[in-house]
């Protein structure tokens, strides 16, 4: 039976609303917490190198805290592995950084990286860690992911959610099926993140094979509004209510 996909929140801006005044709050680990009893089932966070919002403090904590998964997203780097390696959290996501970004701007190029991927991959599952790497979805990606030995592909849903015309969105969304498919042959496990808001979720909860979604801005916005706490539980709903109808019957034998 198909499962539904799990709901990483992603809680940077939790921390870039404390960094803006370099102040105390409000707290990213308090925030884990209340997303973990609210039903999310992990937590990501990502450690930039310029720490503009999670600093190594939170991180640590949140290793010590955080009850369901822990998700680093990191850039390829001897700093980043190292950290990666004393902390330990359950996965870590591979991504591409650049100091002047607002975000994450593309996937990783892993054809340049595939040098430095096929050394940081294995180091950091010697220990335990399951690695992704964040990509576009295209053949060349997930070829060199699958070659590097990433256990994941997290997808990245950027075109598909900022593609404004009803049918740039739907060829965005069947180049991200194309690419579960595909990854999925190639042995791959398939995740999903970037852009995504409780409107553009639905065909995406949807894809074959998906296992996690990481999704932040959205989320933590519309906290700002309702409180954390309603606004995870309405991405939850929003994910089962995309979810096949045999996930969704409450009278189903588990
Ligand atoms: N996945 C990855 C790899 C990311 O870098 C980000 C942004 O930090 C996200 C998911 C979450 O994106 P958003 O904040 O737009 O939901």
Redesign the pocket.
């Known amino acids: 039976m198909p499962a539904m996909p799990r709901l990483h929140v992603?809680i940077?801006?939790v921390a870039t609303v404390r960094q803006a005044r370099r102040a105390a709050e409000p707290d990213p680990v308090t925030a884990a917490a209340l997303c973990e009893l609210a039903g999310a089932n992990g937590i990501?966070v990502?450690l930039r190198e310029d720490r503009r919002h999670i600093q190594d403090r939170d991180l640590r904590l949140l290793r010590e805290t955080v009850k369901t998964l822990l998700n680093m997203?990191s850039a390829v780097t001897e700093e980043m592995l190292a950290i990666a390696e004393t902390v330990v959290p359950d996965q870590v996501?591979f991504?591409p950084e650049k100091r002047q970004e607002l975000?994450?701007e593309g996937g990783l190029d892993v054809v340049a990286a595939a040098e430095a991927l096929k050394t940081a991959v294995p180091r950091l599952q010697k220990k335990g860690i399951r690695v992704s790497l964040?990509i576009d979805p295209m053949p060349q990606a997930l070829e060199g992911a699958a070659a590097c030995g990433a256990d994941y592909v997290?997808l990245?849903t950027?075109a598909y959610?900022n593609a404004r015309e009803e049918s740039a969105r739907e060829q965005e969304r069947q180049r991200l099926e194309t690419a579960a498919r595909y990854g999925h042959e190639l042995g791959l496990r398939i995740n999903a993140?970037?852009?995504?808001?409780y409107e553009n979720i639905f065909p995406i909860a949807q894809l074959p094979f998906l296992e996690e979604l990481?999704?932040?801005?959205?989320?933590?916005s519309r906290a700002v509004l309702v409180g954390l706490d309603q606004a995870v539980r309405e991405m939850q709903d929003r994910i089962l209510a995309a979810a096949p109808p045999e996930i969704c019957d409450p009278n189903r034998k588990v």
């Open positions: 992603n940077d801006h990501t990502h997203e996501c991504v975000t994450t964040f997290e990245h950027g959610a993140g970037h852009g995504l808001d990481n999704i932040g801005h959205a989320i933590v």
